[in-house]
């Protein structure tokens, strides 16, 4: 069974600065998709970067972007120019294609002024 | 980009009485739907996942009787909490991927729910 390991429970940054959440996976599969979802105080779940595995490139959202090592099965989230709304919770996520999705233990980040 | 909505968003029922979560696909086809719980401070825990037309995959140590999903058509899932007691009082979620592309998932807005 596949398995998405987020071994920052919480984190802190200061506005305008950067900020990298880690994330490790597991799973024999070759082909998958893998995600960071944000969820802030509202609870509504926001996909913020979405990464194919067979992509050697890095996917890139604005001041989102990820380091995508497919052998060492890790994905990290580096967050550039930190806002006070990014202060939430983030969930990294990994699926086969077309099955369902599997969610880490999230890391709280708060992003101080 | 795609919506789906969870109806009500906040809910508080008696204990023993049974409460009714939808969720909808507005504007897409879902084929599969899936229904998750949330404790506070924590992660998204699978409960089971729905197809159109067929019985609900439920995940390992959740009730089926209790937790009835039905998802009778391409838009509409719905979770049943069964003679519900406090300890189901939580967050459910549900998300959608469509016919057209499976592996965009989408998630509705939540549903709290409070058994007093």
């Known amino acids: 069974a596949q398995t998405v390991t987020q071994s920052q429970p919480e984190m802190s940054v200061q506005e305008a600065e950067t900020v990298t959440l880690s994330c490790t996976y597991d799973?024999?599969?070759?082909?998958?998709?893998l995600f960071w979802y944000k969820q802030p105080p509202s609870r509504q779940m926001i996909l913020v970067i979405r990464?194919?595995?067979?992509?050697?490139q890095n996917a890139t959202e604005n001041r989102f972007s990820v380091n995508f090592q497919k052998a060492a099965k890790s994905f990290s989230l580096k967050i550039s120019d930190s806002q006070l709304g990014d202060t939430a919770m983030y969930f990294c996520?990994?699926?086969?294609?077309?099955?369902?999705?599997?969610f880490g233990a999230g890391t709280i980040l708060r992003v101080k002024s | 980009g795609a919506v789906v909505s969870q109806h009500p968003s906040r809910v508080i029922c008696k204990s023993g009485t049974s409460v009714k979560i939808e969720c909808r696909s507005l504007d897409f086809q879902a084929t599969t739907m899936f229904w998750y719980r949330q404790f506070p401070k924590q992660s998204l825990m699978l409960m089971a996942t729905s197809n159109e037309g067929s019985k609900a995959t439920y995940e390992q140590g959740v009730e089926k009787d209790k937790f009835l999903i039905n998802h009778a058509s391409l838009t509409l899932s719905t979770l049943t909490v069964t003679s519900a007691h406090p300890e189901d009082s939580s967050f459910y979620i549900c998300?959608?991927?469509?016919?057209?592309?499976?592996?965009?998932?989408?998630f509705g807005e939540g549903s709290w729910l409070t058994v007093v």
């Open positions: 996520a990994f699926m086969e294609y077309g099955n369902k999705l599997v």
């Open positions: 998300s959608a991927s469509s016919v057209a592309d499976r592996n965009t998932i989408y």
């Open positions: 799973t024999s599969e070759s082909n998958y998709y």
């Open positions: 990464q194919e595995a067979y992509k050697q």
